[in-house]
């Protein structure tokens, strides 16, 4: 069975620091996705990253993918309120199945 | 811009009822999953279908649930009968082949058994 760790499962802040939240794996992804979750509804695509050291930019998030492809941190600048929800990495590996799993999530709640 | 259709959004029901949700995932995607997701973890595969066809449903409780996607465009899901600890968000959705990894979600629909 494949696993996808996720650190820290909870993480509480002041409006306008800075944070990382990692993701972790014993094995090669082929690509990996963050989510975004509020309460109540489906997790939103942020981003996908395919390539190894791969670095992508969303405004104040920062999605960094490991050299080897086995792990991925994202990382926000300035957190605001609206940065609140659940972050969910979710991998695929090279085996042909296609769906994802999903690692069990990190809830951020950034207090004003 | 277009977007996986679920309904209902919230159902409660008795253990040992039948429930049904259905999902309409983007046109055009031929891909569709089925995940459940359990307050605080994140979400579980039950099933993925390309087209009508199902790739895999090793996860699918089978005794108790089922899923087709008769057309290959909507899908419906059903647990029969359901049970307390079926009580999850239950989430679609769907991709454009089944070798891209990028899907996209719907809205979920919450199951309360009492």
């Known amino acids: 069975t494949q696993l996808l760790e996720q650190s820290p499962q909870f993480l509480s802040i002041q409006e306008g620091e800075n944070l990382t939240v990692y993701c972790n794996s014993s094995?090669?992804?082929?690509?990996l996705q963050w989510y975004r979750q509020e309460p109540g509804e489906g997790p939103v695509l942020l981003v996908t990253v395919v390539t190894g050291g791969e670095v992508k930019k969303l405004k104040r998030l920062t999605f960094q993918f490991g050299d080897a492809r086995k792990d991925s941190s994202l990382h926000i600048t300035a957190a605001q309120p609206g940065d609140t929800g659940l972050y969910l990495c979710?991998?695929?590996?090279?085996?042909?199945?296609?769906?994802?799993?999903f690692g069990s999530g990190t809830r951020l709640q950034v207090q004003p | 811009e277009a977007e996986v259709a679920q309904s209902p959004r919230y159902k409660i029901t008795e253990k040992s009822q039948a429930v049904a949700f259905w999902c309409d995932p983007i046109s055009g995607h031929a891909t569709l999953y089925w995940y459940r997701q359990i307050l605080g973890q994140g979400p579980e595969l039950l099933v993925q279908f390309q087209d009508e066809s199902v790739v895999d449903d090793s996860q699918l409780p089978k005794d108790r649930f089922s899923a087709e996607r008769l057309k290959g465009v909507d899908s419906t899901l059903k647990i029969q009968p359901a049970e307390l600890g079926d009580s999850a968000m239950y989430l679609c959705?769907?991709?454009?082949?089944?070798?891209?990894?990028?899907?996209?979600f719907g809205p979920g629909t919450r199951l309360t058994v009492l």
């Open positions: 979710a991998g695929a590996w090279d085996t042909g199945r296609r769906a994802l799993t």
């Open positions: 959705a769907s991709s454009l082949a089944q070798r891209t990894d990028t899907q996209y």
């Open positions: 094995s090669v992804f082929s690509s």
